[in-house]
């Protein structure tokens, strides 16, 4: 990470123009900060940061081809890449923590105060942590879960469909998004957690969601 000048420089993920139009709106020079370059997507992270001169990348966790989660993983390979606060307006503890896990600086829910948003990304581009308050409990106690849980061989037993599913899963997705990607009915995507669940021996969606990104199973 480079050194914070006197705006602290800021990049934005989201898939969202208007929600990137409003973080813009948010992050302001008379604040001390300034966005100094977009992306609608995870994938689009590594250019922007050899193009820009970042402090600290404010990233979506929910994206339509990189997702956050893998997104920040990526970034946590480069030692001098600068630091993440993890945004989201889902109110998702394994999301949460799996973006901690990641290597994410800190949280912050959309729909926090435009002060808090200010707050967070100043701390974090000098190095600090920021965690929503509203969620923060929760998420550790998530986070703090063995995070090596379920049957990794097993994932062999599981046929392209479920795979599918289960990627969709540690994306974020609800089984009702899973059915509109796949088209397929909510009954069949609700049988075919029900049978990833019995083979990977995952007790629930939160831990589905930590063991395909711990497990690296997330796939393109």
């Not at 799996?98 to 000098?126: M, N, Q, Y």
Request: contains cysteine; negative net charge.
């Amino acid at each position: 990470m480079s050194g914070v000048t006197d705006l602290v420089r800021v990049l934005l993920v989201d898939d969202q123009e208007l929600v990137r139009s409003g973080l813009s709106r948010i992050l302001r020079p008379r604040d001390g900060l300034q966005v100094v370059a977009e992306c609608d997507d995870g994938d689009q992270v590594p250019d922007a940061l050899r193009d820009h001169e970042v402090d600290v990348v404010v990233m979506d966790l929910r994206m339509r081809r990189v997702d956050g989660i893998s997104a920040i993983r990526i970034l946590r390979q480069d030692p001098s890449a600068p630091p993440v606060l993890a945004l989201t307006t889902f109110d998702d503890d394994a999301l949460l923590s799996g973006a901690l896990r990641a290597g994410a600086a800190g949280f912050l829910l959309k729909d926090a105060p435009a002060e808090d948003l200010i707050r967070a990304v100043r701390e974090v581009a000098t190095g600090g942590s920021w965690l929503d308050p509203t969620v923060t409990g929760r998420v550790l106690a998530d986070y703090r879960r063995a995070p090596l849980a379920g049957d990794l061989a097993a994932v062999d037993e599981l046929t392209s469909r479920e795979l599918e599913v289960l990627r969709a899963i540690g994306r974020g997705l609800s089984n009702g998004e899973i059915a509109t990607a796949l088209f397929i009915s909510e009954l069949t995507v609700k049988s075919h957690v029900g049978r990833i669940f019995s083979k990977l021996s995952l007790r629930d969606r939160p831990a589905a969601i930590v063991f395909v990104h711990e497990r690296g199973l997330l796939g393109p």
